[in-house]
Protein backbone atom coordinates (compact mmCIF):
# COMPACT_ATOMS: atom_id res chain seq x y z
CA UNK A 1 0.00 0.00 0.00
CA UNK A 2 1.42 3.25 -1.12
CA UNK A 3 2.31 6.05 1.96
CA UNK A 4 -0.31 8.78 2.86
CA UNK A 5 0.95 12.27 1.98
CA UNK A 6 -0.92 15.19 3.44
CA UNK A 7 -0.98 18.10 1.48
CA UNK A 8 -1.00 21.52 3.60
CA UNK A 9 -1.33 24.79 2.19
CA UNK A 10 -2.11 27.96 4.08
CA UNK A 11 -4.62 30.43 2.91
CA UNK A 12 -4.10 33.96 4.00
CA UNK A 13 -7.46 36.15 2.10
CA UNK A 14 -6.63 34.23 -1.50
CA UNK A 15 -9.56 31.83 -1.68
CA UNK A 16 -9.75 32.08 -5.29
CA UNK A 17 -5.78 30.70 -5.40
CA UNK A 18 -6.09 28.33 -3.22
CA UNK A 19 -9.41 26.82 -4.69
CA UNK A 20 -7.87 26.64 -7.90
CA UNK A 21 -5.09 24.84 -5.73
CA UNK A 22 -7.09 22.80 -4.78
CA UNK A 23 -9.31 22.06 -7.91
CA UNK A 24 -5.98 21.23 -10.16
CA UNK A 25 -5.16 18.57 -7.39
CA UNK A 26 -8.52 16.71 -7.72
CA UNK A 27 -8.16 17.02 -11.52
CA UNK A 28 -4.64 15.83 -12.02
CA UNK A 29 -3.06 14.09 -9.13
CA UNK A 30 -3.27 10.38 -9.90
CA UNK A 31 -1.94 9.32 -6.42
CA UNK A 32 -4.05 7.00 -4.80
CA UNK A 33 -3.51 8.00 -1.44
CA UNK A 34 -3.61 11.83 -0.38
CA UNK A 35 -5.49 14.40 2.14
CA UNK A 36 -5.54 18.11 1.77
CA UNK A 37 -5.48 20.27 4.80
CA UNK A 38 -5.84 23.95 4.26
CA UNK A 39 -5.19 26.44 7.35
CA UNK A 40 -6.74 29.74 7.16
CA UNK A 41 -4.62 31.86 8.97
CA UNK A 42 -6.88 34.69 10.01
CA UNK A 43 -8.79 36.14 6.62
CA UNK A 44 -10.71 39.06 6.75
CA UNK A 45 -13.66 37.15 5.05
CA UNK A 46 -15.41 33.68 5.97
CA UNK A 47 -13.04 31.90 3.84
CA UNK A 48 -12.34 29.01 5.67
CA UNK A 49 -16.30 28.10 5.67
CA UNK A 50 -16.32 28.74 2.11
CA UNK A 51 -13.77 26.10 1.55
CA UNK A 52 -15.41 23.93 3.67
CA UNK A 53 -18.58 23.99 2.11
CA UNK A 54 -17.20 23.64 -1.27
CA UNK A 55 -15.31 20.53 -0.78
CA UNK A 56 -17.46 19.20 2.07
CA UNK A 57 -19.45 16.49 -1.11
CA UNK A 58 -16.96 13.33 -1.70
CA UNK A 59 -17.70 12.35 -5.36
CA UNK A 60 -16.33 15.06 -8.21
CA UNK A 61 -17.65 14.18 -11.26
CA UNK A 62 -15.24 14.08 -14.68
CA UNK A 63 -12.59 15.05 -11.60
CA UNK A 64 -10.06 12.42 -13.09
CA UNK A 65 -7.60 12.78 -16.07
CA UNK A 66 -10.06 9.82 -17.68
CA UNK A 67 -13.60 12.01 -17.13
CA UNK A 68 -14.89 9.52 -14.49
CA UNK A 69 -15.70 9.97 -11.19
CA UNK A 70 -13.74 10.33 -8.13
CA UNK A 71 -14.28 10.31 -4.78
CA UNK A 72 -11.91 11.75 -2.74
CA UNK A 73 -11.93 12.84 1.40
CA UNK A 74 -13.42 16.28 2.20
CA UNK A 75 -10.94 18.67 2.18
CA UNK A 76 -10.04 19.48 6.22
CA UNK A 77 -10.09 23.20 6.90
CA UNK A 78 -8.05 24.57 9.90
CA UNK A 79 -9.24 28.07 11.37
CA UNK A 80 -5.93 29.68 13.04
CA UNK A 81 -4.71 33.23 13.69
CA UNK A 82 -2.30 35.43 11.35
CA UNK A 83 1.03 33.86 13.06
CA UNK A 84 2.91 33.37 9.55
CA UNK A 85 4.04 30.77 7.07
CA UNK A 86 5.53 28.92 9.37
CA UNK A 87 2.66 29.33 12.23
CA UNK A 88 0.16 28.25 9.52
CA UNK A 89 2.15 25.16 8.73
CA UNK A 90 2.76 24.01 11.89
CA UNK A 91 -1.29 24.41 12.65
CA UNK A 92 -1.84 21.79 9.78
CA UNK A 93 0.99 19.22 10.94
CA UNK A 94 -1.21 18.80 13.90
CA UNK A 95 -4.18 17.37 11.37
CA UNK A 96 -2.10 15.88 9.17
CA UNK A 97 -1.73 11.97 9.29
CA UNK A 98 0.29 11.65 6.30
CA UNK A 99 3.69 9.61 6.18
CA UNK A 100 4.82 12.35 4.04
CA UNK A 101 4.05 15.94 4.46
CA UNK A 102 3.38 18.24 1.21
CA UNK A 103 4.16 22.06 2.17
CA UNK A 104 2.88 23.66 -1.16
CA UNK A 105 1.78 27.36 -1.18
CA UNK A 106 -1.67 28.35 -2.62
CA UNK A 107 -0.91 30.01 -5.19
CA UNK A 108 0.46 26.98 -7.17
CA UNK A 109 -1.18 24.70 -9.80
CA UNK A 110 -0.40 21.46 -10.72
CA UNK A 111 -0.44 20.27 -14.46
CA UNK A 112 0.55 16.57 -14.17
CA UNK A 113 0.87 14.35 -11.10
CA UNK A 114 4.13 15.29 -8.77
CA UNK A 115 3.01 13.18 -5.82
CA UNK A 116 4.82 10.10 -6.89
CA UNK A 117 7.61 11.42 -8.28
CA UNK A 118 8.28 13.50 -5.26
CA UNK A 119 7.98 10.23 -2.67
CA UNK A 120 10.16 7.91 -4.85
CA UNK A 121 12.45 10.74 -4.35
CA UNK A 122 12.85 10.73 -1.05
CA UNK A 123 12.05 6.67 -0.63
CA UNK A 124 15.55 5.89 -2.87
CA UNK A 125 17.42 6.57 -0.12
CA UNK A 126 14.76 6.23 2.98
CA UNK A 127 17.17 6.31 5.71
CA UNK A 128 19.30 9.55 4.70
CA UNK A 129 16.53 11.69 2.15
CA UNK A 130 14.62 13.63 4.40
CA UNK A 131 13.22 16.30 2.14
CA UNK A 132 12.65 16.78 -1.95
CA UNK A 133 10.98 20.07 -3.82
CA UNK A 134 10.04 19.77 -7.45
CA UNK A 135 10.68 21.94 -10.31
CA UNK A 136 9.17 25.13 -10.45
CA UNK A 137 7.49 26.94 -13.27
CA UNK A 138 6.41 30.49 -13.39
CA UNK A 139 2.61 30.37 -13.89
CA UNK A 140 2.01 33.06 -16.23
CA UNK A 141 5.30 31.60 -18.07
CA UNK A 142 4.98 28.10 -18.01
CA UNK A 143 8.24 27.68 -19.89
CA UNK A 144 10.06 29.52 -17.58
CA UNK A 145 11.86 27.97 -14.49
CA UNK A 146 11.91 29.35 -11.12
CA UNK A 147 13.17 26.86 -8.93
CA UNK A 148 15.66 24.51 -10.16
CA UNK A 149 17.30 23.89 -6.67
CA UNK A 150 19.45 26.32 -4.74
CA UNK A 151 23.00 27.36 -4.51
CA UNK A 152 24.28 27.18 -0.57
CA UNK A 153 23.68 30.60 1.44
CA UNK A 154 27.26 32.50 1.66
CA UNK A 155 28.38 32.69 4.68
CA UNK A 156 28.82 36.10 5.15
CA UNK A 157 26.09 37.85 3.22
CA UNK A 158 23.61 35.24 3.55
CA UNK A 159 22.86 35.60 -0.04
CA UNK A 160 22.44 32.76 -2.34
CA UNK A 161 20.37 31.69 -5.79
CA UNK A 162 18.48 29.71 -7.59
CA UNK A 163 19.23 27.57 -10.31
CA UNK A 164 17.45 27.82 -13.21
CA UNK A 165 15.88 30.98 -12.11
CA UNK A 166 14.53 33.16 -15.23
CA UNK A 167 16.22 30.33 -17.65
CA UNK A 168 13.82 28.72 -20.54
CA UNK A 169 13.40 24.43 -19.67
CA UNK A 170 16.21 22.56 -20.99
CA UNK A 171 17.36 18.98 -20.77
CA UNK A 172 20.18 20.54 -17.84
CA UNK A 173 17.58 21.36 -15.72
CA UNK A 174 16.10 17.51 -15.60
CA UNK A 175 18.46 16.02 -13.82
CA UNK A 176 17.85 14.95 -10.34
CA UNK A 177 20.78 16.93 -8.04
CA UNK A 178 20.87 17.24 -4.32
CA UNK A 179 20.29 21.20 -3.28
CA UNK A 180 20.88 23.28 -0.39
CA UNK A 181 17.76 23.75 0.18
CA UNK A 182 14.10 22.94 -0.24
CA UNK A 183 11.82 26.03 -1.97
CA UNK A 184 8.98 27.18 0.61
CA UNK A 185 6.83 27.23 -2.79
CA UNK A 186 6.51 23.41 -2.75
CA UNK A 187 8.87 21.04 -0.34
CA UNK A 188 7.68 17.69 0.92
CA UNK A 189 9.74 16.24 3.94
CA UNK A 190 9.44 12.76 5.73
CA UNK A 191 8.09 12.43 9.42
CA UNK A 192 10.79 10.91 10.28
CA UNK A 193 12.75 13.73 9.26
CA UNK A 194 10.10 15.96 11.35
CA UNK A 195 10.66 13.92 14.55
CA UNK A 196 13.91 14.59 14.31
CA UNK A 197 15.00 18.01 13.26
CA UNK A 198 11.69 19.73 14.54
CA UNK A 199 9.36 21.95 13.04
CA UNK A 200 9.65 25.13 11.51
CA UNK A 201 10.49 27.86 13.49
CA UNK A 202 7.92 30.48 13.93
CA UNK A 203 10.26 33.45 14.94
CA UNK A 204 10.49 34.29 11.30
CA UNK A 205 6.84 35.24 10.06
CA UNK A 206 7.69 35.95 6.37
CA UNK A 207 10.72 34.50 4.88
CA UNK A 208 14.03 32.81 5.26
CA UNK A 209 11.38 29.77 6.93
CA UNK A 210 12.36 27.20 4.57
CA UNK A 211 15.73 27.76 4.51
CA UNK A 212 16.16 28.02 8.37
CA UNK A 213 14.51 24.78 8.20
CA UNK A 214 16.70 23.28 5.43
CA UNK A 215 19.50 24.10 7.31
CA UNK A 216 17.89 22.41 10.48
CA UNK A 217 17.39 19.22 8.10
CA UNK A 218 20.84 18.48 7.06
CA UNK A 219 22.20 19.24 10.47
CA UNK A 220 20.27 16.15 11.54
CA UNK A 221 21.87 14.19 9.19
CA UNK A 222 19.33 14.17 6.12
CA UNK A 223 19.65 15.23 1.97
CA UNK A 224 17.52 17.46 0.20
CA UNK A 225 16.89 16.90 -3.70
CA UNK A 226 15.44 18.83 -5.98
CA UNK A 227 13.09 16.18 -8.47
CA UNK A 228 12.64 17.52 -11.91
CA UNK A 229 10.16 14.86 -12.24
CA UNK A 230 7.60 16.46 -10.83
CA UNK A 231 6.77 20.00 -11.81
CA UNK A 232 4.26 22.49 -10.00
CA UNK A 233 3.49 26.02 -11.19
CA UNK A 234 3.56 29.11 -9.17
CA UNK A 235 2.04 32.27 -9.52
CA UNK A 236 4.54 34.15 -7.29
CA UNK A 237 4.16 37.21 -5.49
CA UNK A 238 0.51 36.69 -3.66
CA UNK A 239 1.58 37.08 -0.50
CA UNK A 240 3.80 39.92 0.09
CA UNK A 241 4.47 42.14 -3.16
CA UNK A 242 7.59 43.10 -4.78
CA UNK A 243 8.68 46.73 -3.50
CA UNK A 244 6.53 46.87 -0.92
CA UNK A 245 7.83 48.06 2.98
CA UNK A 246 6.46 44.93 4.25
CA UNK A 247 8.41 42.61 1.97
CA UNK A 248 11.54 44.65 2.87
CA UNK A 249 10.87 44.78 6.75
CA UNK A 250 10.47 40.90 6.91
CA UNK A 251 13.13 40.29 4.73
CA UNK A 252 15.61 42.50 6.61
CA UNK A 253 14.71 41.11 9.94
CA UNK A 254 14.36 37.46 8.88
CA UNK A 255 18.35 37.65 7.21
CA UNK A 256 19.54 39.31 10.74
CA UNK A 257 17.63 36.58 12.38
CA UNK A 258 18.91 33.52 10.55
CA UNK A 259 22.56 34.59 10.90
CA UNK A 260 22.11 34.75 14.97
CA UNK A 261 20.08 31.25 14.55
CA UNK A 262 22.52 29.12 12.29
CA UNK A 263 26.05 30.87 12.32
CA UNK A 264 28.60 30.01 15.03
CA UNK A 265 32.16 31.71 16.62
CA UNK A 266 33.49 34.71 13.80
CA UNK A 267 30.99 33.98 10.99
CA UNK A 268 28.36 34.81 13.25
CA UNK A 269 30.34 38.31 14.09
CA UNK A 270 30.94 38.89 10.56
CA UNK A 271 27.50 38.03 9.20
CA UNK A 272 25.82 40.17 11.47
CA UNK A 273 28.24 43.50 11.01
CA UNK A 274 28.08 42.93 7.47
CA UNK A 275 24.30 42.88 7.72
CA UNK A 276 24.18 45.72 10.01
CA UNK A 277 27.07 48.15 8.71
CA UNK A 278 27.14 47.50 4.97
CA UNK A 279 23.82 45.83 3.62
CA UNK A 280 21.30 47.59 5.03
CA UNK A 281 22.54 51.10 4.90
CA UNK A 282 23.34 50.60 1.80
CA UNK A 283 20.30 49.51 0.58
CA UNK A 284 18.68 52.47 2.82
CA UNK A 285 20.68 54.63 0.73
CA UNK A 286 19.35 53.38 -2.80
CA UNK A 287 16.22 53.85 -1.86
CA UNK A 288 16.21 57.18 -0.42
CA UNK A 289 17.80 58.31 -3.72
CA UNK A 290 15.02 57.48 -5.20
CA UNK A 291 12.66 58.68 -3.34
CA UNK A 292 11.28 55.67 -1.38
CA UNK A 293 11.47 56.55 2.04
CA UNK A 294 9.03 54.33 3.42
CA UNK A 295 11.18 51.61 1.70
CA UNK A 296 14.22 52.55 3.11
CA UNK A 297 12.52 53.32 6.52
CA UNK A 298 11.62 49.30 6.18
CA UNK A 299 14.72 48.20 5.26
CA UNK A 300 16.43 49.74 8.72
CA UNK A 301 13.68 48.96 10.78
CA UNK A 302 13.74 45.41 9.54
CA UNK A 303 17.13 45.04 10.17
CA UNK A 304 16.98 46.66 13.81
CA UNK A 305 14.03 44.19 14.88
CA UNK A 306 16.45 41.49 13.99
CA UNK A 307 19.26 42.87 16.22
CA UNK A 308 16.57 43.51 19.05
CA UNK A 309 14.65 40.31 19.22
CA UNK A 310 15.44 38.65 22.25
CA UNK A 311 17.69 35.82 22.19
CA UNK A 312 16.22 32.79 23.90
CA UNK A 313 12.72 33.79 21.32
CA UNK A 314 15.36 34.15 18.13
CA UNK A 315 17.22 30.29 19.46
CA UNK A 316 13.27 29.41 20.30
CA UNK A 317 13.54 25.28 19.62
CA UNK A 318 16.86 25.38 19.02
CA UNK A 319 17.63 25.80 22.01
CA UNK A 320 20.46 23.27 23.54
CA UNK A 321 18.79 21.71 25.96
CA UNK A 322 15.47 22.41 25.00
CA UNK A 323 15.49 20.97 21.09
CA UNK A 324 16.85 17.54 22.89
CA UNK A 325 13.65 17.54 25.19
CA UNK A 326 11.27 18.53 22.65
CA UNK A 327 12.60 16.01 19.47
CA UNK A 328 12.75 13.46 22.57
CA UNK A 329 9.05 13.92 23.36
CA UNK A 330 7.59 14.48 20.10
CA UNK A 331 8.63 10.59 19.51
CA UNK A 332 7.73 9.60 22.99
CA UNK A 333 4.09 10.84 21.88
CA UNK A 334 4.25 9.55 18.44
CA UNK A 335 5.46 5.85 19.46
CA UNK A 336 2.89 5.73 21.78
CA UNK A 337 -0.24 6.37 19.71
CA UNK A 338 1.11 7.55 16.23
CA UNK A 339 -0.43 10.90 16.20
CA UNK A 340 0.56 13.79 14.08
CA UNK A 341 0.13 15.79 17.59
CA UNK A 342 2.95 18.32 16.41
CA UNK A 343 4.91 19.90 19.62
CA UNK A 344 5.17 23.74 19.59
CA UNK A 345 7.21 25.48 18.93
CA UNK A 346 8.99 27.31 22.72
CA UNK A 347 7.53 30.48 21.92
CA UNK A 348 4.26 29.44 21.51
CA UNK A 349 4.16 27.70 24.93
CA UNK A 350 5.80 31.00 26.41
CA UNK A 351 3.08 33.70 25.10
CA UNK A 352 0.26 30.76 26.18
CA UNK A 353 1.74 30.86 29.76
CA UNK A 354 1.77 34.73 29.55
CA UNK A 355 -1.56 34.44 28.63
CA UNK A 356 -2.95 31.68 31.38
CA UNK A 357 -0.94 34.28 33.90
CA UNK A 358 -2.62 37.61 32.86
CA UNK A 359 -6.14 35.65 33.34
CA UNK A 360 -5.09 34.92 36.96
CA UNK A 361 -4.67 38.68 37.63
CA UNK A 362 -7.30 40.12 35.71
CA UNK A 363 -7.38 43.54 37.88
CA UNK A 364 -3.82 44.67 37.80
CA UNK A 365 -3.43 48.38 37.70
CA UNK A 366 -2.04 50.31 34.57
CA UNK A 367 0.63 51.84 36.63
CA UNK A 368 1.89 48.49 37.54
CA UNK A 369 1.33 46.81 34.81
CA UNK A 370 3.74 49.41 32.44
CA UNK A 371 6.76 49.52 35.46
CA UNK A 372 7.05 46.05 35.40
CA UNK A 373 7.24 46.22 31.73
CA UNK A 374 9.74 48.76 31.76
CA UNK A 375 11.47 46.60 34.51
CA UNK A 376 11.24 43.73 32.16
CA UNK A 377 12.64 45.65 29.38
CA UNK A 378 15.93 46.98 31.00
CA UNK A 379 16.41 43.44 31.87
CA UNK A 380 15.71 41.81 28.57
CA UNK A 381 18.83 40.16 26.99
CA UNK A 382 18.82 41.54 23.58
CA UNK A 383 21.90 40.44 21.34
CA UNK A 384 24.60 38.22 21.81
CA UNK A 385 27.07 40.50 19.90
CA UNK A 386 28.01 43.70 20.11
CA UNK A 387 26.27 45.98 17.12
CA UNK A 388 23.48 47.71 19.41
CA UNK A 389 25.36 51.48 19.57
CA UNK A 390 24.78 51.42 15.43
CA UNK A 391 21.50 49.47 15.61
CA UNK A 392 19.94 51.95 18.18
CA UNK A 393 21.34 55.16 16.37
CA UNK A 394 19.06 53.82 13.46
CA UNK A 395 16.14 53.11 15.60
CA UNK A 396 15.98 56.30 17.06
CA UNK A 397 16.33 58.19 14.26
CA UNK A 398 13.63 56.28 12.33
CA UNK A 399 11.62 55.69 15.07
CA UNK A 400 11.42 52.20 14.12
CA UNK A 401 8.82 50.03 16.04
CA UNK A 402 10.16 47.12 17.17
CA UNK A 403 7.46 45.26 18.41
CA UNK A 404 6.40 42.72 15.81
Known amino acids: MKALVSIITVNYNGLRDTCEMIDSFRSRETYPRYEIIVVDNGSRLPEAEEIQERYRDNPVPGGSLSGSPVSFPPVKVVRNINNGFAGGNNAGLKAAEGDYLFFINNDTLIKEPVLDALVRRIESDSPRNGGVSPMLKFAARPDTLQYAGFTPLSPVTLRNSAIGFMQQDSPRFRIPRETASLHGAAMMVSRRALQDAG???????????????????????????????????????????????????????????????????????????????????????????????????????????????????????????????????YRRNHQADNLPDVQVGHESQLQGKRRTDSRRTPHRSRETSKGKGERVEKSRNYTSFNLLTVSKYFQTVLHCNTTA
Open 199 to 329: TMSEVYFLFYEELDWSAQLRKAGYRLWYEPAAVVYHKEGMTARRGSPTREFYLSRARMLFARRNLRGIGKYLSCAYLCILAAPKKAAVYLLHGQVALAKATICGTCEGIYKNSRTVLGIRGRNQVHDERAG
